[in-house]
């Protein structure tokens, strides 16, 4: 089938987005998101770039992931944190209540918090955190839901802090690579879950570069890096935290 990817296609929904999805093939989606964020979503370089510098300049760095999924990218940093000898709180978000589930059931003594809510009720609570993150969160946002996530950002992340949302950018190349990527692996590792039909359709939900601009507010920036990422990201005032 040929697609257009002049435009985001808001109308392919996701088939883990479906309150009725089968619940063993969404288990098997969320158990399988660490491979393909180790494929696809560079964790290592944003706890080498982003994370353990902040960690060394800040007695217990607090960060929370944005729409967590399965929390792979929780546990990873929790691990690399405890490895290198920093304290953290790491929360993982979710305003789906099954990822939060199997998250929960799946710690393996990272330590996470998991919390199913908005983000505007972490902002009613008033709570504050360092790092701000997400990772293939904003293609599932409509444009208000967006301008709410990022407003959201903001209010929750310290003055010292940082905001990166990761994810992909939408284009033809990006989908063939992804198809590429995964298309050996569909009868054996991704067997039985979303993973290749959902990213297919991540990748045509997805934004650009140039659209992600638009809702950048005045000192964020959006940069796109190879291949076919994207970054939305608010950077604080460097002085150390804590
Ligand atoms: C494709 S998954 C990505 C999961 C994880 N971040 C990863 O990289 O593997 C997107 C997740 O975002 C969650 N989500 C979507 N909109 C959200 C919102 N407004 N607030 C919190 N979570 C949201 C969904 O429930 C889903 O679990």
Redesign the pocket.
């Known amino acids: 089938m040929k697609f257009d990817f002049r435009e985001r296609d808001v109308d392919a929904i996701e088939l883990m987005d479906d309150p009725h999805a089968d619940a063993r093939m969404l288990a098997r989606t969320y158990g399988r ?1 660490g491979l393909l ?1 180790a494929l696809l ?1 560079h964790p290592g370089r944003l706890y080498r770039r982003d994370i353990r510098p902040r960690a060394a300049h800040t007695q217990r760095l607090r960060i929370l ?6 929390a ?2 929780c546990r990873f940093l929790a691990w690399r944190l405890r490895r290198d000898g920093f304290d953290a709180e790491i929360t993982a ?4 209540e099954r ?1 939060i589930r199997w998250a929960q059931a799946h710690d393996r003594g990272a330590g996470v918090t998991y919390r199913c809510a ?2 505007t009720e972490l902002v009613a609570a008033g709570e504050t955190y360092d790092v701000v993150l ?4 904003l293609h ?2 409509d444009r208000a ?1 967006l301008r709410t ?1 990022i407003g959201d950002s903001r209010r929750l992340v310290a003055a010292s802090g940082l905001i990166s949302h990761q994810d992909i950018a939408r284009s033809r190349a990006a989908y063939l690579l992804y198809a590429g990527v995964t298309w050996p692996l569909a009868r054996t590792a991704l067997a039985d879950s979303f993973i290749r039909e959902d990213g297919l359709m ?1 990748v045509r939900r997805s934004y650009t570069v140039a659209e992600l601009q638009e809702f950048a507010p005045p000192g964020w920036s959006v940069r796109g890096s190879i291949p076919a990422r994207l970054e939305l990201r608010w950077n604080g005032d460097p002085a150390p935290i804590g």
Do not use: R
């Open positions: 998101f964020n979503s992931d944005i729409g967590a999924g399965g792979d990218l978000l979710d305003a789906d990822a908005m983000t997400s990772n293939h969160v599932h946002l839901q996530v991540s």
